[in-house]
């Protein structure tokens, strides 16, 4: 059955749960602070207290799954239990795979996150469109038949990112802005927002320059970040302008470090929830 669209589902979070994506990122270090093994068994301890904390509370959780994947097939095992009960507590489920690759190939990749028969079926996926944009279109084309999303890398906050975002195409536009404009092209008539968006780094600031003019995509803008990279709520506004009401802040250890206490664990993301609508309130959406 196809799910009403993404940006439909992803609106209606953001207005009752609050715009805020915290991530399950199980990675070593996170698992030591937390008391745990470095092993399946403290793997599924981790990701059972983080969507029990948070899966009935925030818009959306976004599992990157590199951390389950290390530990095999037990691992995605995990991440298939984790999806679905995120799911089944009423989160939106953001898959944090940043799959990209051509024909056939990408078709599977779509297959695997955005098909309603895969087990590790979200309701939205992260993609790398450096192959070319074209590259996405299996998925692009799924997420529009089953009413999920993607989300695009385009200014992403690593510094290594530059070399290929920033560059300039023959006709003047930078790579960034080229793929903006196909997402906006995406979106197109989409209401109250569209399905397709872009990743772009809440640690930017003024780096953006004219690309901040671009950012208005009719679409969600994923903005990791905030936390422990250094980025607040505060900037927000600074970052997107008036874009700043289609952005999903991501937080991930900033909310996680407060682990395995799952009062903690609700607290601090309600407290980042807080702090984006606060943040996010003293911006006219129609200013430019």
């Known amino acids: 059955m196809t799910l009403e669209p993404f940006g439909v589902r992803l609106r209606r979070a953001m207005d009752q749960r609050g715009p805020l994506c915290v991530g399950i990122d199980p990675h070593a270090s996170l698992l030591a602070d937390w008391g745990l093994s470095d092993d399946i068994d403290g793997l599924e301890r981790f990701t059972r207290t983080v969507v029990e904390a948070l899966?009935?509370?925030?818009?959306?959780?976004?599992?990157q799954s590199a951390f389950f994947e290390r530990f095999?097939?037990?691992?995605?095992?995990?991440?298939?239990?984790?999806?679905?009960?995120?799911?089944?507590a009423g989160a939106l489920v953001l898959m944090d795979a940043k799959r990209g690759d051509i024909g056939s190939t990408m078709a599977a990749y779509a297959a695997t996150y955005l098909d309603p028969a895969?087990?590790?079926?979200s309701d939205a996926v992260t993609v790398s469109p450096y192959l070319g944009y074209g590259s996405l279109r299996p998925a692009l084309d799924l997420a529009r038949e089953s009413g999920t999303g993607v989300f695009v890398l385009a200014l992403t906050s690593n510094p290594e990112g530059a070399e290929v975002q920033h560059a300039v195409r023959a006709d003047g536009a930078s790579v960034a802005a080229t793929m903006l404009d196909h997402l906006r092209a995406e979106n197109a008539d989409a209401a109250p927002m569209g399905s397709f968006g872009a990743v772009v780094g809440a640690t930017l600031g003024g780096?953006?320059?004219?690309?901040?003019a671009e950012?208005?995509?009719?679409?969600?803008?994923?903005?990791?970040?905030i936390g422990a990279q250094g980025a607040t709520a505060a900037d927000l506004p600074e970052v997107f302008g008036a874009a700043v009401h289609d952005v999903v802040p991501n937080v991930s250890r900033g909310v996680l470090r407060h682990g395995p206490d799952t009062a903690a664990l609700r607290s601090s993301a309600e407290r980042f929830a807080d702090e984006v609508r606060e943040a996010v309130s003293a911006v006219d959406p129609a200013a430019g």
């Not at 095999?72 to 239990?81: K, N, P, T, Y």
């Not at 950012?215 to 970040?225: E, K, R, S, T, V």
């Open 118 to 121: 895969s087990p590790l079926f």
């Open 215 to 225: 950012l208005d995509i009719n679409g969600p803008l994923l903005a990791p970040g």
């Open 207 to 212: 780096s953006l320059g004219a690309a901040r």
């Open 55 to 63: 899966a009935d509370r925030v818009a959306v959780l976004k599992p």
């Open 72 to 88: 095999g097939s037990r691992g995605i095992a995990v991440l298939e239990q984790a999806v679905a009960d995120s799911r089944e």
